[in-house]
């Protein structure tokens, strides 16, 4: 009896293992370059990447190295590239572009 719960047990930590490796590989990867912005219809966004469910933490850290987003009334001048673990679903933005919500930032740089 016992040691049918032990197998019980390994195959269900096993299962579970399996599982949480395919959700965290499930990103992809991808380097986003343009201008940061802040618009109504879209929020925070660099090129095709979507920042707007990134902690407070990791945008000032965007913001420290890219400087504070522009607006359609105050645009910005310095690009700016990311690269960042991404979701394979996209959006769309309020001009019609694809947008990949970024689950993770890698790297920030000025261009």
Do not use: W
């Not at 019980?8 to 096993?14: D, E, F, H």
């Amino acid at each position: 009896m016992a040691k049918r719960a032990q197998i019980g047990i390994a195959a269900i930590l096993v299962i579970g293992g399996t599982i949480a490796q395919c959700s965290a590989a499930s990103g992809l990867r991808l380097t986003c370059i343009g201008n940061l912005t802040n618009t109504r219809e879209d929020g925070i966004t660099l090129g095709q990447c979507d920042l707007n469910f990134l902690s407070v933490k990791d945008v000032n850290s965007i913001e420290d190295i890219c400087g504070i987003p522009g607006t359609i009334d105050t645009p910005t001048e310095t690009k700016c590239r990311i690269k960042a673990t991404v979701s394979p679903q996209t959006s769309r933005s309020a001009d019609h572009r694809e947008l990949y919500r970024v689950l993770d930032v890698l790297t920030v740089d000025k261009r």
